[in-house]
């Protein structure tokens, strides 16, 4: 079995993969990639079978040594990548780029520009032991392979049982890398608890900036915003299922962007529910970006 031996890890790398759906009842969330359409595509990349695990890197900041001749992809954001040869020799190579490593090579991913979460997949998918189904680590219930440290060394699977890869990918809307000149936007589907606010929530929630603040993490992107959305419905609210992309209103008013690793159930009301590439997208956003709101429904 092939491996890869972990010589760096910066702000935090874990395994994840299209999570564990379906334990709702068991009080667990599905977990897996936080930005799924990068994991998928650098999946792809290599050739991967799409429920493969890879690594999520906070902030890019990995190093990875491998053991034999090893194919990789690096997507998400858009961090600089670089193979430090045996040789001595240095190449440098680019986001959303298939790379080719050999016995002894380290891939080097660096810190992006923009983005928060860089993607690593290599062929044959990381293949640490599954917790329920899925090697994804859930931070909120603690469970699942734990998170990458420095000296892990990490078994790969069998590439044999991988697809045909592509030398790179074109960057087009859906799956381009974060390089945003301005403010992100999200899209909104409204409800299901929208009518539990005055009827100003549309323009509060799509006509000002909101910002990232320091306390978001795979759980949620929490947010600030100048105008706070106002409840109509003073009562509480008796605690119900939430999904994925739910904009959560605590009673400050400042909308929760529930990520990957969300709690199942929730007491306070949803304004509304991203669309499933905005989940993506909001997954990339860093402590201080600006961004948007865009209501389609």
Same mark, same amino acid.
């Given at each position: 079995?092939?491996?890869?031996?972990?010589?760096?890890?910066?702000?935090?790398?874990?395994?994840?993969?299209?999570?564990?759906? #379906?334990?709702?009842?068991?009080?667990?969330?599905?977990?897996?990639?936080?930005?799924?359409?990068?994991? $998928?595509?650098?999946?792809?990349?290599v050739g991967n079978r799409p429920h493969a695990a890879v690594l999520e890197a906070l902030l890019g900041s990995v190093a990875l040594r491998s053991d034999a001749h090893v194919v990789a992809s690096v997507t998400g !954001?858009?961090?600089?990548?670089?193979?430090?040869?045996?040789?001595?020799?240095?190449?440098?190579? %680019?986001?959303?780029?298939?790379?080719?490593?050999?016995?002894?090579?380290?891939?080097?991913?660096?810190?992006?520009?923009?983005?928060?979460?860089?993607?690593? $997949?290599?062929?044959?998918?990381? !293949?640490?032991?599954?917790?329920?189904?899925?090697?994804?680590?859930?931070?909120?219930?603690?469970?699942?392979?734990?998170?990458?440290?420095?000296?892990?060394?990490? /078994?790969?699977?069998?590439?044999?049982?991988?697809?045909?890869?592509?030398?790179?990918?074109?960057?087009?809307?859906?799956? %381009?890398?974060?390089?945003?000149?301005?403010?992100?936007?999200?899209?909104?589907?409204?409800?299901?608890?929208?009518?539990?606010?005055?009827?100003?929530?549309? =323009?509060?929630?799509?006509?000002?900036?909101?910002?990232?603040? =320091?306390?978001?993490?795979?759980? #949620?992107?929490?947010?600030? =915003?100048?105008? /706070?959305?106002?409840?109509?419905?003073?009562?509480?609210?008796?605690?119900?299922?939430?999904?994925?992309?739910?904009?959560?209103?605590?009673?400050?008013?400042?909308?929760?962007?529930?990520?990957?690793?969300? /709690?199942?159930?929730? #007491?306070?009301?949803?304004?509304?529910?991203?669309?499933?590439?905005?989940?993506?997208?909001?997954?990339?956003?860093?402590?201080?970006?600006?961004?948007?709101?865009?209501?389609?429904?």
């Amino acid at each position: 079995m092939s491996t890869l031996t972990v010589e760096h890890v910066g702000y935090g790398v874990t395994v994840q993969d299209r999570g564990r759906p #379906g334990l709702s009842d068991m009080g667990l969330g599905a977990a897996g990639a936080a930005d799924r359409g990068a994991a $998928a595509l650098a999946n792809r990349l290599v050739g991967n079978r799409p429920h493969a695990a890879v690594l999520e890197a906070l902030l890019g900041s990995v190093a990875l040594r491998s053991d034999a001749h090893v194919v990789a992809s690096v997507t998400g !954001a858009a961090c600089p990548v670089e193979v430090a040869r045996t040789d001595g020799s240095v190449r440098g190579a %680019a986001a959303y780029e298939v790379v080719s490593l050999g016995p002894g090579d380290v891939l080097r991913v660096g810190m992006p520009a923009t983005g928060l979460r860089a993607v690593v $997949a290599v062929r044959g998918g990381v !293949a640490v032991d599954p917790v329920l189904g899925s090697r994804s680590w859930d931070s909120l219930a603690g469970l699942g392979p734990a998170p990458v440290r420095t000296g892990d060394v990490l /078994p790969l699977g069998d590439p044999r049982a991988s697809g045909p890869d592509a030398d790179a990918w074109p960057c087009v809307d859906a799956v %381009a890398p974060p390089l945003w000149s301005g403010p992100v936007v999200l899209d909104v589907t409204p409800g299901p608890r929208d009518d539990w606010f005055t009827p100003a929530w549309r =323009a509060t929630l799509t006509e000002q900036d909101h910002h990232v603040t =320091a306390d978001s993490d795979r759980v #949620g992107v929490r947010t600030s =915003a100048t105008v /706070p959305l106002v409840r109509a419905v003073a009562r509480e609210l008796p605690s119900e299922g939430v999904e994925t992309g739910s904009l959560q209103v605590p009673p400050e008013g400042h909308p929760v962007l529930f990520l990957a690793d969300h /709690p199942v159930t929730g #007491g306070y009301p949803v304004v509304g529910v991203l669309t499933p590439s905005s989940v993506d997208r909001a997954a990339q956003l860093r402590p201080g970006d600006t961004f948007r709101f865009r209501i389609i429904g």
